[in-house]
């Protein structure tokens, strides 16, 4: 077994296609799984409209999720602790 250290990773390079830089708005989530992955739709529901669009979806692990999960916990806190609780109402909890 040798003693010499390896050497680091080179950092990552994330690539950001215009597109995707500008962001879709999306003002509903649907979450599913099965035993192997979980899918996130995002959705846009029309104002005064019965009708919605799933404009993005994300199929991802178990373990990937759970660390979503935990960094979007985090994040939270942080913008609370700056910007004061988001207080949710009932209906909200049910969206």
């Not at 500008?22 to 996130?40: I, K, P, Q, W």
Request: charged share 25%.
């Amino acid at each position: 077994m040798s003693d010499t250290p390896k050497p680091p990773a080179p950092p990552l390079q994330i690539q950001l296609d215009e597109e995707v830089a500008l962001g879709r708005y999306v003002n509903m989530a649907l979450v599913d799984h099965s035993d192997t992955e979980f899918v996130l739709d995002f959705v846009y529901v029309f104002p005064q409209q019965p009708r919605a669009k799933v404009l993005s979806r994300i199929i991802t692990s178990p373990k990937h999720m759970k660390r979503l999960v935990l960094a979007m916990q985090e994040n939270l806190a942080r913008y609370e602790s700056k910007f004061g609780a988001i207080v949710l109402s009932e209906d909200d909890r049910r969206h």
